[in-house]
Nanobody, 115 residues
């Protein structure tokens, strides 16, 4: 069973930066998709950024130019570098791992952007 664990959330002032990490463990396929989603209370979970093992990343329009997703496939790790953070980026950020028709979600990490 694949497991994913996120880390790196916290409180940051508007305009600041944070870096999230997500490590996948277990039987990892050589081809998979990992990415980040976020959710605020009362709203549906939304895609932030995703990237396959090899391939171009895909971003939500709201984060383009500010967030960067990257992967270290040797470590089964995906990162999300978040710059120029805005209060509207406040959410619980979830890591998603997808392979072989199955998806696994992490427990989420809180990101709060506030002065």
């Amino acid at each position: 069973q694949v497991q994913v664990v996120e880390s790196g959330g916290g409180l940051v002032q508007p305009g600041g930066s944070l870096r999230l990490s997500c490590v996948a463990s277990g039987p990892i396929f050589s081809i998979n998709m990992m990415g980040w989603y976020r959710q605020v209370p009362g709203k549906e979970r939304e895609l932030v950024a995703i990237q396959a093992t090899s391939g171009a990343p895909r971003y939500a329009d709201s984060v383009k130019g500010r967030f960067t997703i990257s992967r270290d496939n040797a470590k089964n790790t995906v990162y999300l570098q978040m710059n120029s953070l805005k209060p509207e980026d406040t959410a619980v950020y979830y890591c998603r791992h997808y392979q072989g028709g199955r998806e696994i979600w992490g427990q989420g990490t809180q990101v709060t952007v506030s002065s």
